[in-house]
Nanobody, 128 residues
Framework: QVQVAESGGGAVQAGGSMKLSCVVS????????ISWYRQAPGKEREFVSG??????????DSVLGRFLVSQDNAKKTLRTLYLEVNLLKPEDTAMYYC???????????????????WGQGTQVTVSS
């Protein structure tokens, strides 16, 4: 059973920084795409940043140059994705969610799948 858990949110003043963590466990022997999304009150959930199953990082334009994503795959069964959020703005205030999309082992290869697992989120609040 895949489990996703975020941590590291909090309250900070504009211009500040924090580091969010997402721990993914139970995803098996195949790698996973792990991504950060955020949802502000009254708005739709949006992609922020992530690293796909092949190690390629991606960022939303709104955070490019301010946020930095990295991962720790020291243990195959426990993966951690970090998001360093810098130069925070009030508009970055949102609930930040982590999504894990593990590849699926078919007995021979790891194959893409449509399985997605979400965490409960961690709140980031930026005051002006």
């Amino acid at each position: 059973q895949v489990q996703v858990a975020e941590s590291g949110g909090g309250a900070v003043q504009a211009g500040g920084s924090m580091k969010l963590s997402c721990v993914v466990s139970g995803s098996g022997q195949c790698s996973s795409s792990i991504s950060w999304y955020r949802q502000a009150p009254g708005k739709e959930r949006e992609f922020v940043s992530g690293i796909d199953a092949y190690g390629i990082a991606d960022y939303a334009d709104s955070v490019l140059g301010r946020f930095l994503v990295s991962q720790d795959n020291a243990k195959k069964t426990l993966r951690t994705l970090y998001l360093e959020v810098n130069l925070l703005k009030p508009e970055d205030t949102a609930m930040y969610y982590c999504k894990a999309s593990p590849l699926r082992w078919d007995g021979i290869l790891c194959q893409p799948s449509t399985d997605n697992y979400w965490g409960q989120g961690t709140q980031v609040t930026v005051s002006s």
